[in-house]
């Protein structure tokens, strides 16, 4: 059977500057990927030891059929960070977090162990996505 694999998961973004500073400058993501259409642009970030895995940030509701009042409603879910978002993980939590704090980013809940288990943190990007950073586990041996 052949192996199936993680390529690419798509986020929208209402300020493709703003998302390309923050997953770029706060985040370290490299910029693989930058295209612009008309006055739309889909930019794709991954982190640099995973060239193999990306975020496409893309103009919401495009290409889609959809009304004026479904993409007003769209983005209003994008921004309270209910519609879209991704799990990151990182191995030092609390220097990520103090980072990502720094850098000025919506943050919705300071480093916590959760009572599943695992210890993490979460926050907006600037389009309102809610990014949620685990503490990586550590192996012991």
């Not at 926050?123 to 586990?137: L, S, T, V, Y």
């Amino acid at each position: 059977m052949s192996s199936i694999t993680i390529h690419s998961s798509f986020l929208p973004h209402t300020d493709p500057e703003a998302s390309l500073a923050f997953y770029r400058d706060v985040l370290g993501f490299e910029v693989r990927l930058d295209v612009g259409y008309a006055d739309m642009r889909w930019i794709t970030v991954g982190p640099p030891n995973q060239s193999d895995t990306a975020i496409v940030l893309h103009p919401p509701g495009v290409g889609r059929d959809i009304t004026d009042d479904e993409h007003r409603l769209l983005l209003e879910l994008i921004a309270r960070g209910s519609y879209f978002g991704v799990n990151l993980a990182t191995d030092d939590l609390d220097a990520t977090f103090a980072r990502i704090e720094a850098a000025g980013a919506d943050i919705v809940q300071e480093p916590i162990e959760q009572d599943y288990g695992v210890r993490d943190a979460a926050f907006r990007d600037p389009a309102g996505n809610m990014i949620r950073i685990q503490q990586k586990e550590t192996s012991n041996g």
